[in-house]
């Protein structure tokens, strides 16, 4: 099953269990880039992005 398919059929589970921090979801990071995969779901996702985008320049 494809991580995005878990994540969406997740996220309406969440919305009713901690409506307050629903934006979380919707501001969720799930990128690949070759074997690796990064998937965020945090307040400063877009930060945590660029450190994982950094971290792979780093190694190619």
Same mark, same amino acid.
């Given at each position: 099953m494809p991580l995005g398919f878990f994540f969406s059929s997740q996220t309406v589970k *969440? /919305?009713?269990y901690r409506p307050e921090e629903y934006y979380l979801i919707e501001k969720?990071?799930?990128k690949s880039n070759?074997? *690796?995969v *990064? *998937?965020?779901v945090l307040k400063d996702a877009d930060r945590m992005?660029?450190?994982f985008d950094e971290a792979l /320049?780093?190694?190619t």
């Open positions: *969440f /919305k009713d969720h990071v799930l070759g074997p *690796f *990064f *998937f965020a992005e660029r450190a /320049k780093q190694t």
